[in-house]
């Protein structure tokens, strides 16, 4: 009698591993400091030089107002300025700054044409000391001669009311090349640097 030959069991077929998959694209590490620290010489001097200042702020209702500043302190890693205002006009600004907390600092140098603007979020106040007004007072004087370059009678800014000024904490989101040429209106960090094309 014959059997039947069965051919030989089988252990079922184990399925394939899953492709490895590719770790996620590891996000860009952030150049340190802030917006601030990667400024090309040239515009940073404009921060501790004699430009002129005006900050822009923005009522509840988009009304813009703009107000002289008696210049700008750096602080900390590039993130945070100290912007002195007059306070004898400092009212303004300050209900804007309360209603929405926007506000752009411009910064011209008027020998040379370069400009700057930071735009930001205003952290609120602090108190003045002795360091600021003497601060004031040096921003106050290579101002008056720079001015005095360009034919502005010094007598002009000995009527400014230049103390007692109100500090306030500025964090810079942006920084955006003002001066006329071709970069004007730029991010700062979108420019190229010196020597590059």
Not at 77 to 89: C, Q, Y
Request: charged share 20%.
């Amino acid at each position: 009698m014959l059997r039947a030959v069965l051919p030989p069991k089988r252990s079922p077929a184990k399925p394939a591993p899953p492709p490895a998959s590719s770790p996620p694209p590891t996000a860009a590490t952030p150049a340190p400091g802030g917006p601030l620290a990667g400024l090309p010489s040239e515009l940073a001097d404009l921060l501790e030089g004699p430009g002129i200042m005006h900050l822009g702020t923005r009522s509840a209702d988009l009304a813009p107002s703009s107000i002289l500043a008696f210049g700008v302190r750096p602080a900390g890693d590039g993130r945070e300025v100290t912007v002195f205002l007059p306070v004898a006009m400092s009212v303004p600004p300050l209900i804007n700054l309360r209603d929405n907390g926007q506000m752009a600092l411009s910064i011209v140098r008027p020998t040379t044409s370069q400009a700057i603007q930071l735009k930001g979020i205003w952290l609120g106040e602090r108190r003045t000391d002795e360091s600021d007004r003497a601060f004031v007072e040096r921003y106050r004087d290579l101002l008056t001669t720079e001015m005095g370059l360009v034919g502005v009678p010094r007598s002009v800014w000995r009527r400014v009311a230049w103390w007692p000024t109100l500090a306030l904490r500025m964090e810079v989101r942006d920084v955006f090349v003002q001066t006329p040429g071709p970069g004007a209106g730029r991010r700062c960090d979108t420019m190229p640097r010196t020597g590059e094309p």
